[in-house]
């Protein structure tokens, strides 16, 4: 999602002017806030909501650390090749991880600017370039659980078929494939986005596309590819039952040798795996889906009123409890780039028996 960047559309005022003149503001008279500097808006939000502010920053640092140092340990987990060959969704796995860490990465450039009041993105170019990089973590992450998802449906409820769509030698195209087509959605961002007049802004000629753009890919992306991944996973959670019922109705299987026995296993433990993890991203991505797509119903007040005063008028009293809800959900929402290595460790047996290996090693 194109979180605050999309909240806050730039004015041409010079960023030393508006903070020589904090202490009162003259507000747009429309529902347009192009007229405000994302420096004036910081300034408010601190003065208002310090609280919330400081508690955003305390977990996404927290979320920072946990993640890089955790996505780090699983990928190289994930990469070692006899972990691709047990698992057919290793390289899946592999490409989430790394996506995990550039998202990481890009928002702590973002949450410089937002949560500490650091030009961070203010660059002729890299405002562009940052933009459609922001994006591609996101939109590959979504594309990539719903990927693996469809795979261990196919493997459940067509077995036959899965033999063909389950090779090895296939995860590496469809992954590629999955990354060429969230690029080319990451594009247009370059369009929407410009550094003009000292700041990254939206130009007044994008802001109708914005609007279409961004709620046709919002919709797609965090709305309806979630929406079929739930649906898979409760179908793939009412197949593993039944077939659970089954191998305990006909316990003889146990005949067919300690390999066979194992292999169901791994499989068991894989499918708890992508369970877990297209549950919790899902949980935690559609409260900042549906925080995004309301904002457009908050405004900030249209009169001239001193910082003290702004959150006694009632428009502007709405926008700042709406940035606090904001604030809180997606602090809470980013843990799903940072918490994967702890799934992964809790529900898969062969990823605990080589991180002790590493450990071991590395001791």
Known sequence: MESYTELINYTETDITESERNISRFSYPENEDTSSLHWS????????HVFPVIVFARCVHILWYVVGLIGNTISLKIWAIPRM???????????????TDILYILLNIVMYLRFLWGVPSIDVPIFCELWNVLNMIPQYASQVLVLGFTVKRFISIYHPFRDERFARH??????????????????LPQ???????????????????????????????????FPAINLILNILIIRASKRSLREKRKNLNERRNGHRDNQNRQSVRSSTITLLCLSFFRIITQLPMTIV?????????????????????????ARFLQYIQIRFITESIGTSHHALSVFFFYFTTRQFREELKGVFNRNA
């Not at 030698?169 to 992954?175: C, D, T």
């Not at 995004?292 to 502007?316: A, M």
Request: charged letters at 15%; proline letters at 5%; aromatic letters at 14%.
């Open 40 to 47: 004036v808006y910081y300034q408010i939000e601190l003065y």
């Open 84 to 98: 691709r060959r047990i698992n057919a969704s290793a390289l899946y796995l592999v490409a989430l991880t790394i």
């Open 169 to 186: 030698q296939r995860a590496p195209k469809e992954i590629i494939s999955i990354m060429v087509g969230v690029i080319a959605l990451s």
């Open 190 to 224: 370059a369009y929407i986005w410009h550094f003009d007049s000292g700041q990254c802004r939206v130009p007044t000629y994008a802001h109708e596309f914005l609007k279409v753009w961004s709620l046709a890919t919002e919709m797609a992306m965090f709305v309806i």
């Open 292 to 316: 995004f797509l309301i904002q457009q119903l908050y405004y900030p007040g249209n009169t001239d009123l001193p910082i003290e005063h702004v959150s006694k008028d009632p428009k502007w």
